[in-house]
């Protein structure tokens, strides 16, 4: 009982002093490094795309990194609770796209919500992610590393169900997946049994396999308009799995990211001589294909370097997740991880062909300041669980 | 494939995510082994005991063990564990929960332990979904960067193909007949008729039909994928307009095209022809192996006359130009060109100021004609060059603009063409008309006669105006119905007295050849194509017995048989003969040359576009040598000469002409308009070394020979340098002595 009280005091006592040496700098460091990588990555796209601005994300850039700050300081714990209360706000805010007035449509996703009176918009389904992680984690850490009751495990993955499918009415699949998969990791990790989980990917592979199929019955009935899977999000499909099959037709944009990206070669076209983005042959080289912007810039030095700072940074939050006592701390960094893990993956992936198109942006790098500010604030969680956490000696 | 593979590769790897990380179900162990079993039958209320007891015999008993074993302070464990004790869930059940986990240990250790090998699983599945993601930009950016580097290249760079000019046609002196010259032309997408709000603002500018407008762009006849021209030489008001707002035209371009110029507008269109767009390339590229042109959609080739004849020299060779494009298309910069090649000119025989004249005897012909009330429907003038073949002048009336032509003709110009008031005004009438010779084939008929012993040179025939001798019932008229009374042979083809060849025919009939006359009349290229280098040229027409009974297929056996007097009626160029005048004028030509037979021809050379010399010669070859007694062609020319000579002020319409003329005129009943008879005259100059054949030829324009001879006259005046003769004048004075009966006849 005194070590308690000790270590407690402890901790209050050297509160100040943790908030600059009680950070992680290397996670810090890196996340500097993606930030400055994505500024200069959006400057040459503001060379020929107009729609993309360097102050307006560097204004994201400077809010994420005051968020990141203030997050950081926060005790990470304290969102256990408030976790709830965000959620359903966040599960409103979710909705409220979908009212007239309040949304703004880019992209046919209806994912955006105009703040009365000011030029802001705001991408919902961008603060879910954390939000979403973070009521997983508290839900799931009551378990302390096993679930054993099935009634817990589907109530945790019924939780999960909420914002996934909030987020596929907007319709934003790329976004509904992320969470998907955060939450799921989140589940995983929390330690269900192996067989569950098993029997719950077999029916969702069923149930996608179903849905798939019966996608062009359902079209003929509602009309593809109401129908759960968008012709597009069909073509996508059908694209990934033969990607030379009309290259001027759904699959140009894939057919347009292979080259940017294979054109690129060891050391990239320099800033402004990418000529496939620069002159329009990529679509969406700010945004979603971003890393074939960069790839053609920077060649597979440049590309090998954005992958290698992702990694870092995701092995980085394991390590916070490792170093932290709590299963809750654990479970928030992993979680956050899994959503930059699958963030990564899938939109590097699509551009390599390795992944379908979905419409995810590239964390850091994508233009877009609601995302920056996401990605940012995650750090800022991250670094609120290594701040927060009692360092031995 | 691969593709489904790796789907199936990432499901595997999530499986194995799974694998790795939950929680194994291990063989049931006994019970009490972790302080932490209680809290879990304690937080599980009594009324969900069921999953209790199930989850206590799941529990990892040797991991348990391991956990239990580890020496590890209590109070440590608490420290280690702020998170929970400082978490107040809202969740029923949740502070119980933390401030359990925290009072007692265990729970938490045995979480670190847990989750630590959870946490390396899932880093170790991210580093190798990152490493694939590095394995495949190797691939892409290191091993495969120049298929990729290729096509970006591919996609920056289009290869424009650049129209080329075709040749000039020139005529024998080297004045422009047919001409280029660039035009603005308005082309555009073939979305663009998509957009009617475009298609409205072009019809607008241009005051064109909406519709007409959305048919020139829809029309499939440039291929699918060029640009449609909807109109050429646009107005410069227009060109500004469409290039100042380009953003109300998406899809609109002018370009600058080479379209067909005609400085001498309908002068010999007949015979220079005109182009359109090819619509059926394939034909075409198997059929231009040995001129080496590839034609693609849009190209413009010959269809008709010379155009068409010598499409394969007049062709220009297509440039290439490579250009930078943006992803819109837009050029931005030129790379390398080829330039487009001129397409070889052609020196045609033709004489500009002969067909000038010629067109111009045929119109005053024609009005002439009209003035003595006779249909004249049309006409036709050939002049050859007997000595070599060339043909100076081919005129045909009436005539069509061919800058009609030069953007797809429309329609509505298509159909007027067509009417039949307009008398087919496409027809090229110097090779394509097909008319009775009448008695233009006398001199032939006397050959056959004299060859055949039927008759000499000294012959005489008594004409009473009715003849009889194939019997009263068969009795047939002279043109002359008062009679020509006793006449001599050489008399009977210079006054054209029927009796005379109804006559020889009826002998040659009964002789021991009875087609001895068809075989005349074809041993001097009647009932062929002359073969002059045009398209399409007709061949005419020469009965005989065959032919009559294979052609009255309807008929019964006793009208589709020969008759005596089908032989009298082809005689005098009547019954189902036909000819053209081109046909006609190599007839009489091969006559003037004592048989020799030169093949009339309009290719004169081909000259290089590039240096302007010479690189090909037109043929001038013999076509035929009809062997003939000379003594008999002496006898015809002399009677040739007596037409003009010995008739009543026939003479008067070569009293311009410095040398000595002959020819022979003809009046034949047309089958369709009896009132209206064909009107021939070939003229022969100088008759003492023939040099000019000239046929002239008004459709429906009654008498033969009078105006049918100042239409030579006017022809060889051209060649002569002399005035042409006063149709007005001659007309009053032959209308006259028409009313008085004493025409040239038939």
């Not at chain 2, 847990?114 to 590095?134: C, K, Q, Y």
């Not at chain 2, 006397?446 to 009889?468: F, Q």
């Amino acid at each position: 009982m005194a070590n308690e009280a000790t270590s407690h005091l402890k901790a209050r006592r050297g509160r100040l002093a943790k908030l600059l040496g009680g950070i992680d700098l290397p996670l810090l460091l890196v996340t500097l490094a993606l930030v400055g990588y994505g500024l200069v990555v959006v400057y040459s796209a503001s060379l020929s795309i107009s729609e993309a601005s360097l102050p307006r994300q560097a204004v994201g850039v400077l809010i994420g990194l005051v968020l990141l700050a203030l997050v950081a300081r926060f005790d990470y714990r304290r969102l256990a609770d408030k976790a709830k209360v965000l959620f359903v706000i966040d599960c409103i805010l979710m909705v409220l796209p979908i009212i007239p007035g309040l949304s703004y449509e880019s992209h046919g996703i209806t994912g955006w919500i105009k703040v009365p009176f000011i030029n802001l918009t705001l991408q919902t389904a961008e603060l879910a992610k954390p939000i979403t992680v973070l009521m997983m984690a508290a839900l799931a850490s009551r378990y302390e590393g096993r679930v054993t009751s099935l009634r817990a495990y589907l109530r945790l993955c019924g939780v999960l169900l909420v914002p996934f499918l909030l987020i596929l009415l907007q319709p934003d699949l790329g976004t509904g997946l992320v969470i998907l998969v955060a939450g799921a990791v989140v589940i995983i990790m929390a330690g269900p049994k192996r067989s569950w989980v098993l029997a719950t990917i077999a029916i969702i592979v069923a149930l996608v396999a179903a849905v798939l199929v019966s996608d062009s019955i359902v079209d003929s009935l509602v009309g593809d308009e109401h129908s759960l899977i968008k012709d597009y999000q069909m073509n996508r499909l059908l694209v990934f799995v033969n990607p030379t099959a009309d290259t001027s037709g759904s699959g140009y944009n894939l057919q347009q990211a292979l080259i940017a990206v294979g054109s690129g070669g060891s050391f990239g076209k320099g800033i402004g001589g990418a000529t496939q983005a620069s002159l329009g042959f990529l679509p969406e080289a700010h945004t979603d294909f971003v890393f074939a912007l960069l790839s053609e810039e920077f060649g597979f030095v440049g590309s090998s370097l954005l992958v290698a700072l992702f990694l870092a940074l995701i092995l980085l939050t394991l390590r916070v997740a490792n170093r932290c006592e709590g299963l809750f701390g654990k479970l928030v960094c992993l979680g956050i991880a899994a959503t930059w893990a699958f963030q990564i993956f899938e939109n590097i992936g699509m551009c390599l062909s390795l992944m379908p198109i979905t419409g995810i942006p590239l964390p850091f790098i994508s233009y877009g300041s609601s995302s920056m500010v996401a990605q940012l604030m995650c750090v800022g969680i991250v670094q609120s669980v290594e701040t927060h956490r009692v360092k031995a000696g | 494939m691969l593709r489904v593979c790796i789907i199936v590769l990432l499901i595997a790897a999530i499986v194995a995510l799974v694998v790795l990380i939950a929680r194994r179900v291990p063989p049931s162990t006994p019970q009490g082994m972790r302080v932490g079993d209680g809290l879990h039958v304690g937080r599980h209320a009594p009324a969900r005991s069921r999953y209790s007891v199930r989850l206590d015999s799941t529990l990892p008993g040797r991991r348990g063990a391991r956990l239990a074993s580890l020496p590890r302070p209590s109070g440590q464990s608490v420290g280690a564990d702020p998170s929970l004790s400082h978490t107040r869930f809202s969740i029923p059940g949740a502070r119980r929960l933390g401030r359990r986990a925290g009072g007692e240990a265990g729970g938490a250790g045995t979480g670190e332990v847990d989750m630590r090998s959870r946490v390396l699983a899932f880093g170790a599945v991210v580093s190798a979904l990152f490493g694939t993601l590095l394995a495949r930009l190797w691939g892409m950016q290191l091993i495969s960067n120049d298929s990729y580097e290729a096509q970006a290249e591919a996609n920056l760079t289009r290869e424009v193909s650049i129209k080329a000019p075709r040749g000039q046609i020139l005529d024998r002196n080297g004045e422009v007949l047919v001409g280029n010259r660039s035009s603005m032309a308005l082309v555009a997408e073939s979305s663009v008729a998509e957009d009617t709000r475009v298609v409205r603002r072009i019809s607008n500018l241009l005051g064109m039909p909406y519709v007409a407008v959305r048919r020139a762009i829809q029309s499939s006849s440039e291929g699918a994928q060029s640009k449609r021209t909807i109109m050429f030489d646009v107005p410069e008001r227009a060109v500004a307009y469409v290039v100042e707002h380009s953003e109300q035209f998406p899809g609109v371009e002018v370009e600058s095209q080479w379209v067909r110029s005609y400085p001498n507008g309908t002068l010999a269109c007949h015979l220079l022809g005109y182009t359109s767009e090819a619509s059926d390339i394939a034909s075409l590229n198997e059929n231009s192996d040995q001129s080496g042109i590839t034609y693609v959609l849009g190209d413009r080739v010959g269809v008709s006359g010379i155009e068409a004849q010598y499409e394969s020299i007049l062709q220009g060779v297509r440039g290439t130009r490579i250009v930078h494009v943006d992803a819109n298309g837009d050029v931005t910069g030129i790379v390398s060109e080829i330039p487009a090649e001129r397409g070889s000119d052609i020196r045609l025989t033709i004489d500009l100021g002969a067909q000038r004249a010629a067109e111009h005897a045929i119109q005053s012909g024609m009005a002439a004609s009209e003035a003595l009330k006779y249909a004249a429907t049309g006409g036709a003038v050939v002049a050859l060059d007997c000595r070599t073949g060339e043909v100076l002048a081919m005129a045909s009336y009436p005539n069509y603009n061919p800058t009609a032509f030069i953007n797809g003709i429309s329609s509505d110009l298509w159909s007027q063409l067509q009417a039949e008031d307009a008398h087919t005004p496409l027809l090229n009438r110097a090779i394509n008309g097909q008319y009775p010779p009448a008695s233009t084939v006398k001199p032939i008929t006397t050959l056959a006669g004299l060859e055949h012993g039927v008759c000499t040179t000294s012959s005489t025939y008594n004409c009473t105006g009715w003849w009889t001798g194939l019997g009263e019932e068969y009795g047939k008229w002279c043109w002359l119905t008062t009679g020509h009374g006793n006449i001599t042979l050489s008399y009977g083809i210079a006054l054209s007295c029927d009796v005379v060849f109804y006559e020889i025919a009826k002998a040659l009939y009964y002789s021991d050849e009875p087609e001895s006359l068809q075989e005349m009349f074809r041993r001097w290229g009647l009932g062929s194509a002359t073969g002059v280098d045009l398209p399409g040229e007709s061949s005419g027409r020469v009965p005989d017995a065959q032919w009559k009974w294979n052609w009255f297929t309807w008929s019964d056996d006793q009208s589709r048989a020969w008759q005596p007097g089908d032989t009298v009626n082809i005689a005098i160029g009547q019954g189902d003969m036909l000819a053209t005048p081109m046909q006609l004028a190599y007839v009489y030509s091969g006559i003037a040359r004592n048989g020799t037979q030169m093949r009339p021809h309009l290719l004169k050379e081909v000259l290089s576009s590039q240096t302007g010399e010479a690189i090909a010669q037109g043929r001038q070859e013999v076509a035929a040598n009809v062997t003939i007694d000379q003594a008999n062609l002496d006898f015809v020319h002399a009677a040739m000469e007596l037409v003009l000579s010995s008739s009543v002020g026939m003479n008067v319409y070569f009293d311009n002409i410095p040398v000595t003329v002959g020819g022979k005129s003809g009046t034949a009943e047309a089958s369709d308009d009896a009132a209206n008879p064909h009107a021939w005259f070939v003229a022969v100059a100088p008759m003492e070394d023939p040099q000019y054949v000239v046929c002239s030829f008004v459709e429906h324009g009654g008498g033969g020979g009078d105006i049918t001879t100042s239409m030579c006259s006017e022809v060889l005046a051209y060649f002569y340098g002399t005035e042409a003769p006063d149709y007005i004048a001659i007309n009053q004075q032959r209308g006259v002595e028409q009313n008085t009966g004493a025409g040239v006849g038939a």
